[in-house]
């Protein structure tokens, strides 16, 4: 996961180096994000105080 300085995360493969996704959602700057033990979940936060949930199998957001 990369979020430099920007609203969006970027998802890449450790193992090929290849962007797989990007999400979109949060109105300012990513400041934080964690993945859940079995990886079927990233939480990220931002500057703007809103925490959002994402399924890493269906990537999208499923709580904001």
Request: proline letters at 3%; one cysteine or more.
């Amino acid at each position: 996961v990369h979020t430099p300085a920007l609203p969006w995360l970027q998802i890449w493969s450790a193992e090929t180096g290849q962007l797989l996704r990007t999400c979109r959602g949060h109105e300012a700057e990513i400041t934080d994000f964690a993945v859940n033990c079995d990886n079927k979940l990233l939480a990220s936060g931002c500057t703007a105080k809103t925490i959002r949930i994402w399924s890493l199998e269906v990537w999208h957001a499923l709580l904001s």
